[in-house]
């Protein structure tokens, strides 16, 4: 386990921008998945974007594709969901997380199974009205 801590969350009105960021703390040895989630009130966490830090195919959830980003700094250990023309159904705490075990890319396919994370930050609302 790693400690994730999220930051960059708010309220927007639709059409506007927010970035959201996740710092990875402590130690961590090789490549592994990162991946953002959400939680809207009543649903189930849905997986919004990952990466394998060693590079390879990102993944995006169909309902944020061509507004949502995820990048990653591996120097830093800073994650990152760069999230344009938000939407009200975007309304939903955001998670970051970790998967330490993940072998590669193909592994967020066809998309990040929040069972397979084992480290999780504590979330980031993220409002659009």
């Known amino acids: 386990h790693v400690q994730l801590v999220e930051s960059g969350g708010g309220s927007v009105q639709a059409g506007g921008s927010l970035t959201l960021s996740c710092a990875v703390l402590?130690?961590?040895?090789?490549?592994?998945?990162m991946a953002w989630f959400r939680q809207a009130p009543g649903k189930e966490r849905e997986a919004v974007a990952g990466l394998y830090t060693g590079g390879g195919s990102i993944y995006y959830a169909d309902s944020v594709k061509g507004r949502f980003a995820i990048s990653r700094d591996n120097a830093l250990k800073l994650l990152y969901l760069q999230m344009n023309n938000l939407q009200r159904e975007d309304t939903a705490m955001y998670y970051c997380?970790?998967?330490?075990?993940?072998?590669?890319?193909?592994?967020?396919?066809?998309?990040?199974?929040?069972?397979?994370?084992?480290?999780w930050g504590q979330g980031t609302q993220v409002t659009v009205s």
């Open positions: 402590g130690v961590v040895y090789g490549d592994y998945c």
């Open positions: 997380a970790a998967d330490l075990a993940c072998l590669g890319p193909r592994t967020l396919l066809p998309g990040p199974r929040a069972t397979n994370f084992d480290s």
